[in-house]
Every structure is written in C-alpha cells, then in structure tokens.
C-alpha cells in the first residue's frame, strides 16, 4: 500500500507564512509529478502546484511569487512554502502524487487526507 501524509496546516494571519508538508510511504517504486491542490468551501477542487522529477515547476496564477513548491526525493517528500498569505488562501490543501508502487507496473495516482489551510483577515 502507499500512503500520502499531509502535516503543517494550520491557522495564519494575512501575511504570515505557513510551510506544509506531504510525506509518501509504502512499497514505492518511483515517484512522478507530486502537486498540491485546494478546496475552499463552495469551489471546485484547484492545482496549486506541481513539481516534476528534476525539479520543473509550475504555480497557479494566484500563487505565483509567493509559494513555492519544492521536494526531496529522498524522503519522498514534497513541500509547500506559503508566503504573504491571503485570506482567499482560506482552504483544506491536499497532496496528490503519481506513484509506482511494487503493485502496480503503472503510475496511479494517490491523494493525502488534506489539511486545513486558515488565514484571517
């Protein structure tokens, strides 16, 4: 089985920072793209982030320059640096990553449980 562990959610005031965190375990072979995506309350499920091995990137238009996404394959890990937060960055963020596993020759994707992203005003 592979599991996606989310951790550093939380609540921040409009500017602060917030670092979260997405750890991937289980029989993994390989690891492709790893991406975080949001839901605020009443909206569709958005990408964030992606990241692909070797380190390309790309960023929603709303987040550009001020989040980063970065990750240490070692760890299969992937992180998310949140800066000058916003209110509208009120939302549950989860972790997607498309994984090999010793169960499958295929990539399949794998969600995390989310985590709740909070920013008042």
């Known amino acids: 089985q592979v599991r996606l562990v989310e951790s550093g959610g939380g609540l921040v005031q409009a500017g602060g920072s917030l670092r979260l965190s997405c750890a991937a375990s289980?029989?993994?072979?390989?690891?492709?793209?790893m991406d975080w995506y949001r839901q605020a309350p009443g909206k569709q499920r958005e990408l964030v982030a992606g990241?692909?091995?070797?380190?390309?990137?790309n960023y929603a238009d709303s987040v550009k320059g001020r989040f980063t996404i970065s990750r240490d394959d070692a760890k299969n890990t992937v992180y998310l640096q949140m800066n000058s937060l916003k209110p509208e960055d009120t939302a549950v963020y989860y972790c997607?990553?498309?994984?090999?596993?010793?169960?499958?020759?295929?990539?399949?994707?794998?969600w995390g449980q989310g985590t709740q992203v909070t920013v008042s005003p």
């Open positions: 997607n990553a498309r994984i090999m596993s010793n169960y499958s020759s295929r990539f399949v994707d794998y």
């Open positions: 289980g029989s993994i072979v390989r690891i492709n793209d």
């Open positions: 990241i692909w091995p070797g380190g390309s990137t």
